[in-house]
Nanobody, 115 residues
Framework: VQLVESGGGLVQPGGSLRLSCAAS????????MRWFRQAPGKERELVAT????????NYADSVKGRFTISRDNAKNTVYLQMNNLKPEDTAVYYC?????????WGQGTQVTVSS
């Protein structure tokens, strides 16, 4: 199993970023996918979850209405569109797959929101 995130960077408050996570080594379309984030000195937190077909999603209260998770099963890729970014969104963002009770993680991508 391999998960590779990309798309992070430095953005001003109010700006947007789109994260991508390319997956391989498992039947991507059979599993929910998740985005987590971890800010310095804080625990890793669940940001968003998308169902296998992409029709359903759940979000942390802190990002509802600003972030959108989606997936393209033909490309084995999950996305996180982040709009109206705030300084408190600064964190390393991780892609996650839970396969047969094992959790798999990517290497993470840094998102920094600062003026």
């Amino acid at each position: 199993v391999q998960l590779v995130e990309s798309g992070g960077g430095l953005v001003q408050p109010g700006g947007s970023l789109r994260l991508s996570c390319a997956a391989s080594g498992f039947t991507f379309g059979s599993y929910f996918m998740r985005w987590f984030r971890q800010a310095p000195g804080k625990e890793r937190e669940l940001v968003a979850t998308v169902t296998t077909d992409g029709a359903g999603a759940n979000y942390a209260d802190s990002v509802k209405g600003r972030f959108t998770i989606s997936r393209d099963n033909a490309k084995n890729t999950v996305y996180l569109q982040m709009n109206n970014l705030k300084p408190e969104d600064t964190a390393v963002y991780y892609c996650n797959a839970r396969i047969k009770a094992l959790a798999y993680w990517g290497q993470g991508t840094q998102v920094t929101v600062s003026s």
